[in-house]
């Protein structure tokens, strides 16, 4: 076993002979020098440049060099390229594969630079968390990630006794989707009354923010809500008051206006748009798993949110490095001339050059650095930047110009050395192969994007990266903050809470509760062969046991729908208990984890024992038994109240509740409507 | 049928990173590690990927239920194929 050794990516050691070899002192514009490099780099060349196609292909031959350096033990060479593979717009199947190396490697890495994120999702996170953590570790950073049950997120945030308390978060992510808007307008109100609804949501999720900053300390990232793929009121969707689309980007707004300075919003809604929101919205597996995209865009997804980690932790980008000949114009400047190079109006590719420019100048006006890494004569170079008409960029954009024949490696070290910033902080454009694959061994710090041959495709393989994220941008309205913060606060009284049994109470819950009957009986065995977490006995049952025992009189069997006032959660736990002389024996025991932390378990209990009591018994007896998924409920019985009275060497426990004359029920939140067939 | 068959034994190889599998008609989601509700996602994903096919919703269902094989699965991506060719 080898040390544990330090991941520092300036050390990672280059082919021997390398540098010295004489294809890099005469390095010429497209020529590959890939058969020079050590192996893995020149797989991790070919699967960089290998076209969207052919990529899984290649990869197969890059995942088994990764495996081989895992064997031998090479973690720093196998961080480096899992580093270098991970891009977005990646492939769901790779990412899954590259995670899956990154973890068995991650613990014999260390990597200086490491956040806490609590992920609260209204959908599925698991695979979200997984490309937040595979993105911010292409970045350089590390992150240990608490995930909720999804669904819960008020709970986690206002009880103070949760999980997440105890986690104690850098940054507590919201993750919420359309579906999760607490307030809908109705098609038939105004506009005035639709802005009340606006405010009335801004106000429900400030709470959240507010109460998760001050008790955790954290900076909040809260997602704006995506518009879902279709339109109720089509054309007309922007228009008029009461349609979803108006409202959601009004609720954006509101955030985006009303937000204090300690929540970041996570613009999901511009990935959906970005993406093509029908594509992003692929919802079957939205109906599956529960997954917030399409799986092709959880990696996007997953670098969008990394790039916010990786600000916090000062990893972001702050300088881009432009390449000059066909990277910001077509063509050689020392060969063609300054009327030969493509640039400008008059030619479709001259356009654009013309465009990556602007792109690069707009980055400049938002603060980040521009500098120049060109094999030229420096005199030559300059005089384009001076003389040609149709450049965008001009010297006095460029903070830092190297034109020389140098190798680039040494001159973005240069580069970092005169700006004073780390060579972790640059990001280098180059169009030509072997210039790439050469700063990428031999300054592996340096980001370096593949570029595609088409100009035209240049913003898109680099802006997708995030690179020069930030967490605000200014101090921009801070009296409108405050505005909204005191509004908010307003609000508070009529729609808030703060601790967790007002929440309870404003949700306004009403359990459905009574037997199984022929209605439910597909529903129960489903949930009763699906639930795995909140499961107490995981006895698997087919339909008709079910409905055997549903008319059998020495079963009990219970099922629980819930509404609130966000709507209709449906049948979500089931209960079979048996009679056995002056006991009630629980057999089966589960509950859907949308509704978790609401009180729904107390009040089945409740039910039961009040129904067992009415027929004199004496006792209830429930068991937990363990599973690797079911650790949720281990103190399930404690929780309302049960002694245990057995426990054995696997984790499987007794429980038992005496029902004397003077049983009392638990105190819950939830209208109870019980029915009986 | 036997390229399927071959596409289909890389895929799972990658999915549940296990270069050795080799596909049988008569396997199902017990004889394979791993093969919980996530990695049927994974799976489906990338079965989809491979073979330029779309599953319908309750395809996807259907694959992971009891009483289903791998000889299910294979015949319906052929069923795909040969729709869209």
């Known amino acids: 076993m080898p040390d544990k050794t330090r991941l520092e990516r300036a050390k990672i050691r280059p082919h021997p002979g390398f540098v010295s070899h004489p294809a890099l002192i005469g390095l010429q514009k497209g020529r590959v020098i890939v058969a020079t490099i050590s192996d893995s780099y020149a797989t991790l060349e070919k699967y ?33 390229i899992v580093q270098r593979a991970v891009m977005p717009g990646g492939d769901f199947t790779t990412f899954q594969s590259l995670y899956r190396i990154y973890s068995k490697l991650k613990p014999h890495i260390e990597l200086p630079q490491k956040t806490k994120l609590a992920l609260l999702g209204g959908f599925t996170t698991t695979q979200l968390a ?89 900076l909040v990232v809260q997602n704006s809500f995506d518009r879902p793929v279709w339109r109720q009121m089509d054309n007309h969707e922007m228009r008029h008051p009461g349609s979803l689309w108006r409202f959601v980007s009004r609720v954006n707004e509101a955030m985006a206006d009303g937000a204090p300075p300690y929540v970041v919003l996570h613009d999901v809604d511009s990935l959906a748009a970005l993406a093509g929101r029908r594509t992003w919205g692929d919802e079957r597996y939205f109906f599956h798993a529960k997954m917030p995209c399409a799986p092709e865009f959880i990696v996007d997804y997953g670098f969008s949110v990394a790039s916010l980690l990786a600000a916090q932790l000062g990893l972001s980008k702050k300088c881009l490095v432009l390449d000059l000949d066909n990277t910001c114009w077509g063509g050689v400047i020392g060969d063609d001339g ?31 650095l521009l500098a120049v890494c060109s ?14 008409t149709e450049m965008v960029l001009r010297l006095n954009d460029i903070s830092c110009f190297m034109a020389n024949w140098t190798d680039k490696a040494a001159n973005l070290r240069e580069i970092a050395r005169r700006l004073n910033i780390g060579l972790n902080s640059l990001v280098f454009i180059d169009d030509n192969p072997a210039e790439r694959a050469l700063v990428r061994q031999l ?51 009529l729609s808030g809470s703060a601790n967790v049994e007002e929440y309870l109470r404003s949700l306004a819950m009403v359990a459905r509760i009574g037997p199984v009957t022929a209605m439910s009986l597909e529903r129960s065995a489903q949930l009763i062969n699906k639930s795995n977490q909140f499961n107490l006995n995981t006895r698997r049952r ?35 208990a048996r009679l056995e002389g002056d006991a009630l024996l629980i057999d089966t025991w589960l509950m859907s984890c949308r509704v978790l932390k609401r009180g729904v378990e107390t009040l089945l209990n409740n039910n039961l024992c009040r129904w067992a009591a009415g027929r004199g018994l004496r006792r209830v007896c429930g068991e937990y038994i363990p599973t690797p998924k079911n650790d949720l409920v281990r103190e399930h019985y404690a929780g309302l109240g049960y002694t245990r009275i057995s426990a054995d060497g696997t984790g499987h426990t007794r429980w038992e509740m005496p029902l004397s004359a003077d049983w009392q029920p638990q105190p819950v939140f939830i209208e109870e409507q019980e029915f009986d067939e | 049928m036997s390229d399927v068959r071959t596409q289909a034994q890389e895929v799972f190889r990658q999915v549940f990173d296990d270069p050795a599998i080799v596909l049988r008609d008569e396997m199902t989601a017990d004889d394979v590690p791993g093969w919980d509700s996530l990695a049927h996602i994974n799976l489906m994903v990338a079965t989809e990927k491979r073979f330029k096919i779309k599953f319908a919703t309750a395809e996807i269902s259907r694959l992971k239920e009891d009483g289903q094989n791998v000889g299910d699965y294979l015949a319906l991506i052929s069923k795909k194929l040969a729709r869209t060719s």
């Open chain 1, 48 to 80: 960089l440049a290998a076209p969207a196609d052919d990529k899984p292909e290649v990869f197969g031959q890059l995942l088994a060099d990764l495996r081989a350096l895992l064997a031998e033990g090479d973690w720093t060479q196998a961080a480096s």
């Open chain 1, 130 to 218: 997984q490309a937040i953590e595979l993105a911010l570790f292409s970045m350089g950073g590390g992150v240990e990630i608490f995930e909720a049950e999804y669904g819960v997120y008020r709970q986690e945030i206002l009880d103070p006794g949760s999980e997440l308390h105890r986690f104690q978060p850098n940054i507590v992510f919201l993750a919420t989707s359309w579906r999760d808007l607490i307030h809908r307008p109705a098609l038939g109100q105004g506009r005035a009354e639709v802005a009340a609804v606006v405010d009335a949501e801004l106000a429900d999720w400030s709470i959240l923010w507010r109460t998760a900053h001050e008790r955790l300390g954290c």
């Open chain 1, 338 to 368: 300054l009327g030969g190079i493509r640039l400008g109006q008059g030619g479709a590719e001259g356009e654009a050059f013309v465009a990556f420019q602007q792109y690069a100048r707009a980055l400049k006006q938002r603060g980040v």
């Open chain 1, 375 to 388: 094999k030229n004569e420096e005199h030559i170079a300059k005089e384009v930047f001076e003389k040609h």
């Open chain 1, 443 to 493: 300054a592996a710090e340096v980001a370096v994007p593949e570029l595609p041959e088409d100009p035209a495709d240049f913003i898109q393989a680099v802006e997708p990266y995030r690179y020069f994220q930030t967490l605000s941008i200014a101090q921009e309205d801070l009296q409108r903050a405050e505005y909204y913060r005191a509004n908010s606060q307003r609000d508070e009284a």
């Open chain 1, 542 to 576: 087919s339909a008709a046991e079910v409905s055997a025992m549903a008319a059998d009189p020495q079963w009990l069997t219970r099922t629980v729908s819930l509404t609130d006032r966000f709507g209709d959660n449906g049948l979500i736990s089931v209960l079979l």
